[in-house]
């Protein structure tokens, strides 16, 4: 029988790393299966969510929405993605100096499931109240279960990119069933009861999640890199304080009429650039990085920004994609009519189906497999493809009447799903292999960043998609994906120079 990963010899319940040969959970650490468990339901809960919100945004008030032109509906979905991916940065914060990674994940997962709860209520009031606290308790629950994972594995480890891939097929099952479940019910029943079923799916993963503890490994009731106690005081005196001012500034800035939507939405496009400008010079200037992390930082920028480009396609899965899928794309296959927002479970099925057999690929490949840069590469490139693709169907029309096959954005998620299961796994593991000791939390919060960044670039161009022709929309955004990827692919050379040890 395998160890878990708890060491009974320790005290004030620090756990260390599980040994190399916990493969419980088909050969990989039991803790993969609570992580996983988690991620089910939180990607249930979110994607389910998001998969509604553009909907429910650009829907009429008579029909319970919020009654926005698409294009409109498409920026604030896409900046409250970018409000959820900028608080995880503080979310990687906290886990590293405050509270740790096990605490940090349960509190974002608290936040998360009120927020749910409050979006279930039908007031406009209570929508904005609850995308807040999803995006604040996103903040602090994402980055670091991704972080959480890779300690799970030693980083010389040949099983860490396929465990990375077994956790994200856990994420896109909760993606497939998200939008079913949520979908059908906002579209027959309300989107509020759409909301009620994302509230109940969080809760659920909070329930697995602390009943699977025991499995994961790390500290569970103090940061790694904690804080001297006066400066634990002082940070939480701080981050409160700061807290109430920014709501005080902003309802006051919003009463005045100055804080519109739409300046809301440029502000955080703006802070979305910003950001990681700023923590990569953190990170390089500071003292707690080595010459040698320092060095592995500078091929991250390359990552870093392939992940952008490639979010800013995948992101629009449940933005532009689904309000054309609303107007344009017929919601029949086979006889069988179905709510549009179930366009968005294809996503997660074919990743679903697509990750294990990545993750068999890259088990039974070893130390043969492309380097993770290639691999970046070529989700990138799948991204545009699947982007240039749709220039085809909505090419020809005179007018805005047709319907096309549902196949086109079917094909066109295949594509996108292939991409993200190479990009986000490798992407994930080659974070947690090059991310400075002091920084491990954070450096994985940079990759949500990354996410930040694509969305606050969303939300300034899906103001176009309903101002130009959509062959132009998608092709254009598509080409530009496949240009950085191939750039991605010519980098390829220096990248395996200085990534070590990413392979």
């Given at each position: 029988?395998?160890?878990?990963?708890?060491?009974?010899?320790?005290?004030?319940?620090?756990?260390?790393?599980?040994?190399?040969?916990?493969?419980?959970?088909?050969?990989?650490?039991?803790?993969?299966?609570?992580?996983?468990?988690?991620?089910?339901?939180?990607?249930?809960?979110?994607?389910?969510?998001?998969?509604?919100?553009?909907?429910?945004?650009?829907?009429?008030?008579?029909?319970?929405?919020?009654?926005?032109?698409?294009?409109?509906?498409?920026?604030?979905?896409?900046?409250?993605?970018?409000?959820?991916?900028?608080?995880?940065?503080?979310?990687?914060?906290?886990?590293?100096?405050?509270?740790?990674?096990?605490?940090?994940?349960?509190?974002?997962?608290?936040?998360?499931?009120?927020?749910?709860?409050?979006?279930?209520?039908?007031?406009?009031?209570?929508?904005?109240?609850?995308?807040?606290?999803?995006?604040?308790?996103?903040?602090?629950?994402?980055?670091?279960?991704?972080?959480?994972?890779?300690?799970?594995?030693?980083?010389?480890?040949?099983?860490?990119?396929?465990?990375?891939?077994?956790?994200?097929?856990?994420?896109?099952?909760?993606?497939?069933?998200?939008?079913?479940?949520?979908?059908?019910?906002?579209?027959?029943?309300?989107?509020?009861?759409?909301?009620?079923?994302?509230?109940?799916?969080?809760?659920?993963?909070?329930?697995?999640?602390?009943?699977?503890?025991?499995?994961?490994?790390?500290?569970?009731?103090?940061?790694?890199?904690?804080?001297?106690?006066?400066?634990?005081?002082?940070?939480?005196?701080?981050?409160?304080?700061?807290?109430?001012?920014?709501?005080?500034?902003?309802?006051?800035?919003?009463?005045?009429?100055?804080?519109?939507?739409?300046?809301?939405?440029?502000?955080?496009?703006?802070?979305?650039?910003?950001?990681?400008?700023?923590?990569?010079?953190?990170?390089?200037?500071?003292?707690?990085?080595?010459?040698?992390?320092?060095?592995?930082?500078?091929?991250?920028?390359?990552?870093?920004?392939?992940?952008?480009?490639?979010?800013?396609?995948?992101?629009?899965?449940?933005?532009?994609?689904?309000?054309?899928?609303?107007?344009?794309?017929?919601?029949?296959?086979?006889?069988?009519?179905?709510?549009?927002?179930?366009?968005?479970?294809?996503?997660?099925?074919?990743?679903?189906?697509?990750?294990?057999?990545?993750?068999?690929?890259?088990?039974?490949?070893?130390?043969?497999?492309?380097?993770?840069?290639?691999?970046?590469?070529?989700?990138?490139?799948?991204?545009?493809?699947?982007?240039?693709?749709?220039?085809?169907?909505?090419?020809?029309?005179?007018?805005?009447?047709?319907?096309?096959?549902?196949?086109?954005?079917?094909?066109?998620?295949?594509?996108?799903?292939?991409?993200d299961v190479l990009l986000e796994t490798s992407g994930m593991s080659a974070t947690s292999k090059l991310a400075p000791k002091a920084f491990s939390s954070q450096t994985m919060s940079l990759w949500f960043l990354s996410l930040a960044l694509a969305n606050g670039i969303q939300a300034q161009t899906v103001k176009l998609y309903d101002q130009v022709s959509k062959p132009a929309y998608f092709g254009v955004n598509g080409a530009i994906a496949v240009a950085v990827g191939l750039a991605v692919m010519a980098l390829?050379?220096?990248?395996?120079?200085?990534?070590?040890?990413?392979?």
């Amino acid at each position: 029988m395998s160890r878990t990963s708890i060491d009974p010899g320790t005290s004030d319940g620090e756990q260390q790393q599980p040994p190399q040969d916990d493969r419980a959970f088909l050969g990989h650490p039991k803790g993969l299966l609570t992580l996983s468990g988690l991620e089910v339901w939180e990607r249930f809960s979110f994607l389910g969510m998001q998969a509604i919100l553009v909907l429910y945004f650009a829907d009429t008030v008579a029909h319970d929405g919020m009654g926005m032109s698409p294009g409109t509906a498409a920026s604030v979905s896409a900046a409250y993605g970018t409000l959820v991916y900028l608080v995880s940065v503080a979310g990687g914060w906290l886990a590293d100096r405050v509270l740790g990674s096990f605490r940090a994940v349960l509190w974002g997962g608290i936040l998360i499931a009120c927020g749910h709860y409050a979006m279930a209520i039908p007031a406009q009031a209570a929508t904005w109240a609850g995308l807040g606290l999803i995006s604040a308790g996103t903040g602090l629950l994402k980055p670091n279960v991704a972080t959480m994972v890779g300690k799970l594995y030693r980083t010389d480890d040949d099983r860490r990119d396929a465990g990375f891939a077994l956790y994200y097929m856990a994420i896109n099952i909760g993606a497939f069933a998200g939008p079913l479940i949520t979908g059908w019910l906002g579209e027959h029943k309300g989107w509020h009861w759409g909301f009620s079923a994302a509230a109940l799916g969080m809760t659920l993963g909070l329930v697995q999640y602390v009943a699977g503890r025991r499995h994961l490994a790390g500290r569970r009731h103090s940061a790694e890199f904690a804080l001297a106690p006066d400066a634990m005081r002082r940070a939480i005196r701080n981050i409160v304080l700061g807290l109430a001012a920014a709501v005080v500034v902003a309802g006051a800035l919003s009463l005045a009429g100055w804080l519109t939507m739409a300046r809301f939405v440029d502000l955080l496009t703006l802070v979305s650039v910003i950001a990681p400008v700023v923590y990569f010079w953190v990170m390089f200037a500071s003292p707690r990085v080595t010459a040698e992390e320092r060095g592995r930082l500078k091929p991250y920028i390359v990552l870093f920004l392939a992940s952008v480009v490639f979010n800013f396609i995948l992101f629009q899965a449940y933005s532009t994609m689904i309000l054309l899928a609303s107007t344009n794309a017929r919601t029949t296959i086979l006889g069988f009519d179905f709510p549009a927002s179930w366009y968005a479970s294809a996503l997660g099925a074919f990743e679903v189906a697509l990750a294990p057999v990545v993750a068999g690929v890259w088990a039974r490949m070893g130390p043969r497999q492309p380097h993770a840069s290639n691999k970046i590469a070529l989700g990138v490139i799948l991204g545009g493809l699947s982007f240039l693709l749709m220039v085809l169907p909505t090419s020809g029309h005179a007018d805005d009447t047709y319907k096309m096959a549902a196949w086109w954005i079917v094909g066109s998620y295949l594509l996108l799903g292939l991409g993200d299961v190479l990009l986000e796994t490798s992407g994930m593991s080659a974070t947690s292999k090059l991310a400075p000791k002091a920084f491990s939390s954070q450096t994985m919060s940079l990759w949500f960043l990354s996410l930040a960044l694509a969305n606050g670039i969303q939300a300034q161009t899906v103001k176009l998609y309903d101002q130009v022709s959509k062959p132009a929309y998608f092709g254009v955004n598509g080409a530009i994906a496949v240009a950085v990827g191939l750039a991605v692919m010519a980098l390829a050379p220096w990248l395996r120079r200085t990534m070590h040890p990413v392979r």
